[in-house]
């Protein structure tokens, strides 16, 4: 079973950086989407942004130009490096990472980030 675990969130003043690191086990690595997601105090959860299989990204709107998602194989984590950080981007971010359309995605268990203006 694929087991997704967080790290790298805290807190960070507007403007800041911060780097998310997933580490992943229980699988191959092989995925037809993985990714980001975050969820604000609404209890909204959205997308942040994905590798799908092939190598294509997507990313938020919000996000673009900002956040760079990346995943490494060898290591077997995906990554997600965050700049310019603002006040909205505070949330809790989920790693997720699907192996097929047949199998539902694995969820981490979330890291808080939290940005002060």
């Known amino acids: 079973q694929v087991q997704l675990v967080e790290s790298g969130g805290g807190s960070v003043q507007a403007g800041g950086s911060l780097r998310l690191s997933c580490a992943v086990s229980?699988?191959?690595?092989?995925?037809?989407?993985m990714g980001w997601y975050r969820q604000n105090l609404d209890k909204n959860r959205e997308l942040v942004a994905s590798?799908?299989?092939?190598?294509?990204?997507n990313y938020g709107g919000s996000v673009k130009g900002r956040f760079t998602v990346s995943a490494d194989s060898v290591k077997k984590t995906i990554d997600l490096q965050m700049n310019s950080l603002r006040p909205e981007d505070t949330g809790v971010y989920y790693c997720?990472?699907?192996?097929?359309?047949?199998?539902?995605?694995?969820w981490g268990q979330g890291t808080q980030v939290t940005v002060s203006s």
């Open positions: 590798i799908i299989r092939g190598g294509a990204k």
């Open positions: 229980g699988s191959d690595f092989s995925f037809i989407t």
């Open positions: 997720h990472a699907r192996p097929s359309l047949s199998v539902p995605g694995s």
